[in-house]
């Protein structure tokens, strides 16, 4: 790891993430040693750059990486190191929506959906940023995210991701809301049209209460509620959602303990600068192990090495 990673940390207090800016940034410098490590295949010091800069200081090192060599330097990457390596270095060097725009995608890909993922950046971006991401899904892939969304899914958990994506902050009443859902609790009919209106028009705080209040009248968690009154995607979108808004590091850290490599970077380079340090600190009250330990006993090689970088210490 680069030392003078941690002298970044004088100008960066308060942040939650691991990846902070880097303090003695000159991109014409970096690119220039990017081009030599590229063209030896040196995946030590293309960790160690790559791993060290912020998103916005990989933006700037890609650009300047361009003017100097007249070439890509995702292409650059990609010709150069191949496996998880390469998917974890190129997604560094995406913009923020254009990664989750990726993830969106991988999602979707292929003969099976991974609805958890699209639960899980649904509920953990805000509409803003959602779009943002459908913005940059549209100028990357050519298509319309919304339309990609219902083509994948289908009945009410088609409904719960739509609105999920245009999701809206209505000003309400925790006791008066948790009321409303009470009254779908004790209904005959397992209607899923409450809960998807409620947990999609109020902000995550304000669903936390109402969660809270709900657990105490019924006398049970909400993930019991689901797993007796739903089924299928639907049950499983309720569940994650109603775990984001409950805990969400606690959630994301549940995540990583049982996951394949791509979901776990894909996480890891989402929050890398933004709560990481939340998710550790989640994860090893969760599994009594730190996530760098659990790493390293999972993965191997330049792999490992990029991601304890992105981790970025033991707890």
Known sequence: MDPEYFKSWNMSWGTLG????????HPERDAVELQAALEKKDTVTLVRILTNRSNAQRQVLAKTFEDITQKDLEGAVKKAVTGDLAALLLSLLMPPQEHDAYRFQQAMAGLGTDEETLIEILSMR????????????????????????????????????????????????????MET???????????GKPWIDMLTSRDPEHLKKVLAELEVECGQNVDHIFEKRFSGD???????????????YAYL????????????????????????????????KLTGASLYTSLQKQFKGDHLQALLAVCRSED
């Open 253 to 284: 850290a549940k995540r990583l303990t049982n996951t394949k490599s791509s979901v776990l970077q894909g996480i890891m380079v989402s929050h890398s600068e933004e709560d990481l340090l939340c998710i550790r600190v989640a994860y090893l």
């Open 234 to 248: 639907f049950r499983l979108g309720l569940k994650v959602l109603a775990q984001c808004i409950q805990s969400p």
């Open 18 to 25: 691991t990846v902070r800016p880097f303090p003695n940034f």
């Open 181 to 191: 859902l009470l009254i779908a609790v004790n209904s005959k009919k397992a209607d």
């Open 126 to 177: 805000s509409r803003k940023q959602l779009d943002d991401i459908s913005a940059a899904y549209t100028f990357l892939y050519k298509k319309d995210l919304e339309k990609e969304l219902r083509g994948e899914t289908s009945g009410d958990f088609a409904k719960l991701v739509v609105a999920l994506l245009h999701k809206e902050c209505v000003t309400g009443s925790v006791q008066r809301d």
